[in-house]
């Protein structure tokens, strides 16, 4: 707990936007040249600032429909820093029409992950006009993806913790089928209710729906990849390609395990209370 009280009250060495936006645009422009020389070796030359209180670096980690999306939304409010998805980025530009969208279609379409190349882009673009707002600190959620991606990140800043969200796969599946987004607020709902029974001595799961108001209820739109063959594609690429990034952050002592027990309600109390904020709630909630 003295470890996780560390992480939460201060940033360690956080660079700012610009920096990693630069240093992960340097990497997107030139991953062909980077990928036979040490990715390192142009990009670790920024100027370091003070920690500062909550200025989080925070990464979650989890399976497709677990839920990073909600609680990383749901922290990045409390603490004031935000919440930077790179599947929302790419949504955004398959959206946009732009000239990459009809390849990224095809990929996110198909569960697949997109080239480094493109993230890096996305995600340095998110990043310089969050600076450009006066953002600071970040939670991402849905990147690194791979080890390739966190040993990047791990080159052009230091992250201070990693959430990696549990939930046994049968549920994750059923999550994903329920998933409902409304078209004209973007708020995302779930209608799926969940019970099933605890399995090698694991408690029962039970998850009532996030429904949605009234008025965005004949808005509700799936999102393409939420079919069941395409999210259990996504959840074979997640145990090839995103577990290994577990044992990545493991290895230096960043990573929390959260295993949810259940929907919001039992599980957001339990979240701030591992992570060590469940004080800052009642403070918040006194002050109020
Ligand atoms: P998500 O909303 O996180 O499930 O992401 C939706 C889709 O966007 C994924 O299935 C991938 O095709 C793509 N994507 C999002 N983040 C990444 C990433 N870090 N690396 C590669 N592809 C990504």
Redesign the pocket.
Known sequence: MAALARFTKSSSLSLSFSSIAKALYFYSSSSAAIAESNPYSQINNFTRKDPKDWNVQWVFLGC?GVG??TYAGRLSKFLGVPHI???????EELASSGPMSNQLAE??NQ??????EI?FNLLSKRLEAGEAKGESGFIL??????VK?AEILEGVTDIDLVVNLKLREDVLLEKCLGRRICSQCGGNFNVASINVKGKNGNPDVSMAPLLPPSHCMSKLITRA?DTEEVVKA?LR?YNEKSQPVEDFYRSQGKLLEFDLPGGITESWPKLLEALNLDDCEEKQSAAA
């Open positions: 497709p990073k999306g998805a790179t599947g929302d980025l790419v949504r990929i996110v569960g697949k992950l997109v080239s480094d993230i959620d849905g990147f690194p993806r791979t991606q990849d996504r690429v």
